[in-house]
Structure formats: C-alpha cells, structure tokens
C-alpha cells in the first residue's frame, strides 16, 4: 500500500447526519451567515458563464417517442448542483437531485438527494452523504438569515403557506433571528401534512401558544410580522401562482419566499424593499429559460428579473442579501417599511454546511469509513 497514493473517504446516512448536527438550526443560520459573506466578496464559484448558476438539469419533453422516458409532470426533475466555497471552507462538492411530487403516493419525500464533498486540492472525495436534511435546513436558514437583518426583531406573528419541510426549517430559522414569536397562522391543502406539522410545532417550540389554521392566502398573511410562502405546485402560469396583494401586508412585515410566488401592482412598488439572495442567481436563470422566466421558475426574484425585462423595475431598485450581511448595504431601515425577500437555493450553501458537518463527523467519529482506492490503476 501507497500511504500517499491512498484514497479514503466516509459515507455519512441520514441519521449519521443528525449526530453530525445536521438539524442545529442556529449553527446553520450562523453558518449561511458567513457564506454571503463570502458570496458578496467573490471567494465562491458556482456552474455557467457566470459563475452563479443554480445547477445543471435534466429536462424531459412533454411528448416522447420512448414510452419509458419520464414525463414533465411536477417537480420531476434530475439536477447537478456544483459549488466552491473558499474562506474558512475551500472545499467543493456537488449535490445531485431526483425530485418527483408523485413519490408522496409511495410514502416517500419529493426529493432525494446525495450530497459528495471533495477536496479542492486534488479532487478526491472527503464524503458522500445523505442530504434531504442538509438540503432542507440549509434552505431554511436563509429565511433566517434575512429575518435577522430585515426583519422587527419583536415580531411576534407567522404566517406560512404549506406546512411541509421547508416550512418546518423556515419557522425553526425565524425562530432564531426571531426568539419573541408566539404566534403562528397556516394553510394547508393535505390534512395529514397539516397534522404532522402541528405536532411538530407543539413538540418542538411550546413558545408558540396560538396556532391558527387558516383557510385561505389572504388570512396567511394578514397580521402577519413574517410569512413566508413554502407551497410546491405546477408551473407554467403565474396567474394560478398564490399572490401576495398589498392590501393584505402590514407596515413593518417581512416576506422570505422560497417557492411558488406572485405578487400585485401594489407589491411591485417602489417603497416595498425587494432583497434578492444572490443577484447572480436570477440573472443566470433569466439567460438560461425561455421568457417570461416567471413561466418556468416561479421563485418571485425571477419574475423580477422579468419587470426588469418589462421596464418596470431597475437593477438599482433590487438589494442584494451578501451586501446586508457584508454592512455594505442597509438592513431594516424604520418599523413601518415592509421587505420580501426571494430565496432561490444555492449550491454554495450545501458546500457551506456539508463541510461544517464533514468536519463535526471527523472530530465525532461519525460515519462509514469507505476506500476508493490503495493505488489507482490508471494514472
């Protein structure tokens, strides 16, 4: 055996994953922090031209030849998510996607994912590890991280569309930038998910003593210091996507939307804050679909990108969140302004946390130590 030419690396499973601190989600805010840090300085690369794309997807065409080929039926997709991470991180790594809304009728999540971890140096991998966790709470702190900037840091109320599991790491996030919530107000479609999610919220946070289930949109967000819409759906027609109006927000509210998402005239105003997660990202969607790009990727910074298109909004009138996080650009400013803020999810992100829990694993002994090889054959 080559002691230098041997390469090992460890698997970690889902419950290797939790020991790990996987679902600590004031580590995770605190480390999502630190990445847009290092997003707004440039110490990061993600795929395409710009450096900032979400990723690489396999598409399937809505008619085939081949009856076995998949069928482009909601969140049915394949994807390559690639990102370096540098600061205290430099590390790289990749998470690959297998998402279809009909695993729900097998009892299974809509995703399942596989994050690998490499290092940057010679690209030998560190570990390979389950991700629906990494994945969900690591999009989950990014509403937490812009809460903790933008928003009142006494709200008190939330509202959330889609009581899944992004909305379970979206509140578990709020509830670190937000530590006085008491209040919580959900719309559900599925009674079973609704009731898993009430369970949850009573197991997990006591301090939330009023908990409303509410029937429609409208009163999700009426009320409400934060809501953040975390509802999957078809794509398509932004008609059909749930809105936002302005009549329903109040002074001082912030909105994280990491899903489906519309807002009104009166949304797209000037005075209402628009805080993208990474400028980059939007745009790389923007050149990479066809327009309207709201059509296809119904996250609300992209039906930014659109108005800019469109001549109704600027790039100026949009804020990026690294510059907040950085001090180069203002957080909240007064009690009454009202901010939404779109998260897109980056792969940055699963770099930045699957290499703090590769490390805890390490220091923890966690995980199955695997061996790639003693000395390659090809070289």
Request: glycine residues 10%; proline residues 7%; hydrophobic residues 40%.
């Amino acid at each position: 055996m080559n002691a230098e030419t041997r390469i090992d690396f460890i698997y970690l499973s889902e419950p290797d994953m939790i020991k790990a601190g996987v679902t600590d989600m004031a580590a995770c805010v605190d480390c999502m922090e630190e990445m847009f840090g290092l997003l707004h300085s440039g110490d990061y690369r993600m795929a395409g031209a710009n450096n900032d794309s979400h990723g690489a997807m396999v598409m399937f065409p809505a008619e085939s030849p081949f009856p076995t080929m998949p069928k482009p039926t909601a969140d049915r997709r394949f994807m390559a998510m690639p990102a370096y991470l540098g600061g205290q991180f430099c590390t790289t790594g990749v998470k690959w996607y297998g998402s279809n809304i009909a695993n729900r009728q097998k009892g299974l999540p809509r995703s399942i994912l596989m994050f690998t971890l490499n290092d940057t140096e010679t690209g030998a991998p560190l570990a390979h590890m389950s991700a629906n966790l990494l994945s969900a709470y690591r999009t989950g702190a990014v509403p937490g991280v812009g809460a903790r900037h933008l928003a009142r840091p006494d709200s008190k109320i939330v509202g959330i569309l889609g009581p899944g599991v992004m909305a379970k790491t979206t509140l578990a996030a709020f509830m670190v930038a937000c530590p006085k919530i008491d209040t919580l107000k959900v719309k559900g479609r599925g009674e079973k998910s609704l009731q898993n999610f009430l369970a949850w919220v009573a197991e997990t946070y006591p301090q939330i003593t009023s908990v409303t289930v509410v029937d429609s949109v409208e009163e999700v967000v009426r009320g409400s210091d934060l809501f953040s819409y975390c509802n999957s759906g078809e794509t398509g027609d932004p008609s059909t996507y749930p809105i936002v109006k302005r009549d329903w927000v109040k002074p001082g509210a912030f909105m994280a939307m990491p899903a489906v998402c519309n807002i009104d005239e009166g949304m797209q105003a000037p005075d209402v804050r628009k805080v993208l997660d990474n400028t980059g990202l939007y745009e790389a969607w923007y050149e990479e679909v066809p327009k309207p790009a709201h059509n296809t990727i119904p996250v609300i910074g992209v039906k930014f990108m659109d108005m800019i298109a469109e001549g109704k909004l600027t790039h100026d009138d949009l804020e990026d969140l690294g510059a907040i996080v950085a001090g180069e650009a203002p957080g909240r400013k007064n009690d009454e302004e009202i901010i939404i803020m779109s998260v897109g999810g980056m792969p940055v992100e699963d770099v930045a946390w699957g290499t703090v829990l590769y490390r805890n694993a390490i220091e923890r002994g966690i995980g199955v130590k695997l061996n790639l090889w003693d000395e390659p054959v090809l070289r």
